[in-house]
């Protein structure tokens, strides 16, 4: 039987095709490993743990991030046995003295709530539960838990945001992946990947900053908000790398390469920094010195 060449009339796969859907492979497998990693590091997620009761370990998640249109429930598994707890908390970074408030027992849980505070009003919290054997802090490996609060955001801002985010992302390491191993499609995939970032994280961004916590942009030169610090490096490496292949020549090929691949390797370098973390954050001793929430500092 003769043999069939892999050929474009051939129906058959080639060789550059295959490796365009190797690359893209790749590319998403990196893309959700760093949404993963985004989610499971922040600031505001959930914060896991356990704590013993007579021997048995009870598992606890913590809440980091409320709405300021509710107060922010806090429950802890109830280990019955007549163990009852107490909920104390203050304003983050203040020298306030400690509130507490007794824990409810509502079925399995015990629960309080801290009392909701304006956009990026933050608290500090923990627990201590009464056991028959004494007293059990919670959580047991810090001293306190932050929580902070922000302003519902339209999901017509946040979904789009969210999306074009990751897709700028998933997007960009593809133009890496292709600067290292199929040149052809770099240049397209990288326009593509700015406009994404630009859309999401230079557009929709600061609309759902706003949203959130009350301002555009905390960022450079405004302020330190480390989230928009990182979108606005991002987005000029890859002004830079488009600006250089737009105007690099043919001659050029292997710094246009290059600038690709650097352009990916810091948005990889960006998004293993943590999401929110130094995010916004209400000055309260402004507030307390009369001045209205909406003109009170950020950090």
Not at 15 to 27: K, S, T
Not at 241 to 255: N, Q, Y
Request: charged content about 20%; aromatic content about 8%; hydrophobic content about 45%.
């Amino acid at each position: 039987m003769r043999k069939v060449e892999p050929t474009e009339s051939s129906g058959l796969p080639t060789p550059r095709r295959g490796r365009g859907a190797i690359l893209w492979v790749v590319a998403v497998l990196l893309m959700l490993g760093s949404a993963a990693f985004q989610r499971v590091t922040g600031p505001t997620r959930p914060l896991r743990g356990s704590f013993d009761v007579a021997g048995q370990q009870h598992q606890h998640r913590l809440r980091r991030s409320g709405v300021t249109s509710a107060d922010a429930r806090i429950v802890v598994p109830n280990p019955g046995g007549g163990v009852s707890g107490v909920l104390y908390y203050k304003r983050f970074n203040t020298n306030d003295p400690l509130t507490a408030v007794p824990l409810r027992p509502e079925g399995d849980e015990l629960a309080g709530d801290l009392p909701r505070q304006p956009a990026a009003g933050k608290l500090e919290y923990r627990i201590v539960l009464t056991t028959p054997e004494g007293d059990v802090p919670v959580p047991t490996e810090r001293e306190s838990v932050v929580l902070r609060f922000k302003d519902p955001v339209p999901a017509y801002f946040l979904a789009p945001h969210i999306a074009f985010m990751f897709f700028a992302v998933l997007v960009g390491i593809r133009a890496g992946l292709g600067a290292v191993f199929q040149p052809r499609a770099m240049q397209g995939l990288a326009v593509t990947a700015l406009v994404l970032m630009t859309a999401g994280g230079m557009i929709l961004g600061p609309i759902v900053q706003k949203y959130a916590f009350g301002a555009f942009w905390t960022g450079f030169p405004f302020g330190y908000d480390l989230t928009d610090n990182k979108t606005l490096l991002m987005w000029i490496v890859w002004v830079l790398a488009c600006g250089v292949l737009w105007r690099g020549g043919h001659r050029r090929e292997t710094l246009k390469r290059a600038v690709v691949v650097v352009a990916m390797l810091v948005m990889l370098a960006v998004y293993l920094i943590p999401h929110s973390l130094r995010g916004s954050e209400l000055d309260y001793s402004a507030l307390d010195r009369g001045t209205n929430v909406e003109e009170t500092p950020q950090g």
